[in-house]
Every structure is written in C-alpha cells, then in structure tokens.
C-alpha cells in the first residue's frame, strides 16, 4: 500500500539553527501539507501546497518557515531559526483532490527538539 | 473560525464495553466530517468519513453520523477491543480544494482486558 514517508523520525537541533523536515508524499496526489503536534496539544495546520505553490498557510506559518517540492518527489518544510516553542511532531501529508472528498494520508512524522 | 471539539480524556475501558466518543464543531457552510486515528508510534490513519447531513461514516465496527441539527459528529462502537487503544482525533475540512484539515484536540482511548 502507498505511503507517505518522513524523515528523519528524529531531529534534535540547537536553537537558532536551520533544519529542514523531509517528506515523501504518495506519488500520484496532487494535494501536500504540513501539520505539527505540541506534545499534548492538538494536530495544527500549518501549509498547504499545490501545483507549485502554498494553496493555504495558518498564522503560525511566518516568515521562518518555507516549503519547496525541490524535485518530483520529496516536498520539505524548513526552519530557518528554530526558537524553543517550534520542539513538536511534525506530520507532512498528502492527497489527490483536497481533503474536502478524499483522505489525506499521514506520514509517520519527523520529531523535533530544539534545545 | 472553524473549530473542532471534542471530550477531554483519556477514556478507560473494559473489552467489550461500549464507546462514545464525543466531537461538535463550528463551521460556516457546510464541512466534511473525519474522523482520524493514532495508534502508538504511528502516524494519523482515517477511521471514517462523513461528508453531507446525516450520512454515516462507519469502518471497523466505528460508527459516526452527521449531525447539522446538533453539529456533532460522535465516534462510537459497541464492543472495544484492547487493539482499538490509541488517541482519536475528530476534524472537519472546508468546502475548498486543498483545504486543511482542523483538528480536535484528541482524546485518548485505553481498553484493558
């Protein structure tokens, strides 16, 4: 069965740092976001991407945040200067029609502490 | 905006017992209901969907129908397994194309043989 797949499942990084979250979304689906979960928090949206651009982004996704599909499969999320409230499980997820009718597909998630 | 709520856990069951699970949200229009799952050390899995008034999500003996008259959109199933332990997360997705997904906060599930 597809899936999408993250890496790393794990990313400790000192604050100030840049890192960059991979996914791998499933191949055929045109639809890519990004969620994160605070450790005890609710799932937050946080971009959605289509068609080579951000299609939707929350307010929590400012000026430190970016994504790319740098080539025909992986599609990243990067932080340019961590701060210490960014340390959540970040969930990359895709879909091929928009998840008004269709599933979106979760990736395992990358972890990230920043200390 | 839009939001998503659902019963504080974490909710402790026998085998065989009988759940609810309960989730109203606020949403202009008219949403698509989901509701997702997480099993230890996984990632969000759909567990069933709704997608106008009154249907009916149903998968692995869960069940949810939507409500517009109440705005609720409750998990339940009849008999819980010990497998069926994990956190279930309610959402809703707007009436757009690649909308996101709003999240409830999740409530956590343990059954105990």
């Known amino acids: 069965e597809p899936e999408v797949t993250q890496t790393p499942s794990h990313q400790v990084t000192q604050m100030g740092q840049e890192v960059i979250l991979r996914c791998v979304p499933i191949?055929?689906?045109?639809?890519f976001y990004w969620y994160r979960q605070i450790l005890g928090q609710k799932v937050e949206f946080l971009v959605s991407?289509?068609?080579?651009?951000?299609?939707?982004k929350s307010e929590i996704f400012d000026d430190q945040f970016s994504v790319e599909r740098p080539d025909g499969s992986n599609f990243t999320l990067k932080i340019r200067s961590t701060k210490l409230e960014d340390s959540a499980m970040y969930f990359c997820?895709?879909?091929?029609?928009?998840?008004?009718?269709?599933?979106?597909?979760f990736g395992q998630g990358t972890r990230l502490t920043v200390v | 905006g839009d939001s998503v709520t659902q019963m504080e856990g974490p909710v402790t069951l026998s085998e065989e017992a009988f759940l609810t699970i309960n989730c109203t949200y606020t949403?202009?229009?008219?949403?698509?209901l989901f509701w997702y799952v997480q099993y230890p050390g996984e990632g969000l899995q759909l567990l069933l969907k709704?997608?106008?008034?009154?249907d009916k999500g149903s998968n692995k003996g869960f069940e949810a129908t939507y409500r517009k008259e109440t705005t609720s959109f409750h998990l339940e199933k009849g008999s819980v397994q010990v497998s069926d332990s994990a956190v279930y997360f309610c959402?809703?997705?707007?009436?757009?194309?690649?909308?996101?997904?709003?999240f409830g906060k999740g409530t956590t599930l343990s059954v105990s043989s």
């Open positions: 997820a895709s879909s091929d029609h928009g998840t008004r009718n269709t599933e979106a597909f």
């Open positions: 191949s055929n689906h045109l639809y």
């Open positions: 991407f289509y068609n080579n651009e951000i299609s939707e």
């Open positions: 949403a202009t229009g008219y949403p698509s």
């Open positions: 709704a997608t106008k008034a009154d």
């Open positions: 959402a809703l997705s707007r009436n757009q194309a690649g909308t996101a997904l709003i």
